[in-house]
């Protein structure tokens, strides 16, 4: 669906948004527009790494970004899809799938337009949705830790495949996170040397993104040090709670050798010492005590557990 939306004064610029664009979205951007097949191809590509390129023939300005996306009941990690700026003289044009419109669903309150129509031309507007749309890493981030903390706290308790299942998810959205993150990152400093034509005030805005994703890149390795230390902690304590369950199964199946080995003699039908008595039953349990409790003195003074 292709929108013109509408500022609250007048501006020299307009701003056409395209969400989940269509085959008859493509014909009018053709038809209205004189948008290429190739460009078509270019913005309607969910796979596309973020990055900035100039079609000398249309004079058009293509920016890719990535933007986190939550975790759903079918992908339980963050993951990150592109949102795609197309700047043809002082249009705009911005292409989003139902996935990332959360990033432009903010720009439909009053004030927000408001702080938009401030914008010189049309590159500081785009400059100022680049700006929004990194902070949205940040606040990924800060998601990801609060869950990181809880699974922490477990740790001096216990932890159960479901803890590490989350912990797994965490790890995995940090590293898309991460790499989509120096990808934008490339993209932004290559906007300096690009065709675009930036205002002071553009430059700006450009320079508060670029600060706003280097902050983002460090949360991220802060968080993924973090993590993997915990991860480390996790599968060490899992370890060794291991081997405390395995020396405790072999300590008692080595103490009840003892009565199998006693029982296994005295079952047998041939004449052993001490078997004319009705009460050598006694003597024999009171041996079969003995013995288990010298062989696990023994193992605990050798340091067996």
Do not use: C
């Amino acid at each position: 669906m292709i929108r013109q939306q509408h500022f609250p004064v007048e501006t020299s610029y307009r701003w056409f948004d395209v969400s989940n664009l269509s085959e008859e979205d493509s014909n009018r951007l053709q038809d209205e527009f004189n948008f290429t097949p190739d460009i078509i191809s270019y913005v309607s590509d969910r796979h596309e790494r973020p990055h900035y390129d100039y079609d000398q023939h249309t004079h058009s300005h293509l920016l890719v970004y990535d933007v986190p996306i939550w975790p759903t009941s079918s992908i339980k990690h963050f993951t990150a899809h592109p949102i795609t700026f197309l700047v043809i003289g002082n249009d705009v044009f911005t292409f989003h799938t139902e996935s990332t419109s959360y990033v432009f669903d903010e720009f439909n309150d009053e004030k927000m337009r408001d702080r938009l129509s401030e914008a010189e031309d049309v590159t500081t507007l785009v400059m100022s949705f680049l700006l929004y749309a990194s902070q949205y890493f940040q606040r990924a981030v800060t998601q990801l830790d609060v869950e990181r903390n809880i699974l922490d706290t477990k740790l001096s308790d216990d932890i159960d495949n479901k803890d590490l299942a989350e912990l797994s998810n965490i790890e995995k959205s940090l590293v898309y996170l991460s790499s989509s993150i120096q990808t934008d990152l490339m993209m932004l400093n290559g906007l300096k040397h690009s065709k675009l034509e930036f205002s002071k005030s553009a430059t700006e805005r450009l320079d508060d993104a670029l600060i706003e994703s280097n902050q983002s890149s460090e949360m991220v390795q802060i968080s993924r040090q973090v993590t993997q230390t915990l991860s480390t902690t996790s599968n060490n304590m899992m370890n060794n709670n291991l081997n405390d369950t395995m020396k405790f199964l072999t300590v008692w199946s080595l103490v009840l050798t003892i009565p199998t080995i006693l029982t296994g003699f005295y079952g047998m039908n041939v004449k052993l010492p001490i078997a004319n008595n009705s009460l050598d039953w006694v003597v024999i349990i009171i041996l079969m005590v003995v013995l288990m409790v010298w062989l696990v003195f023994l193992m605990k003074k050798n340091h067996f557990f």
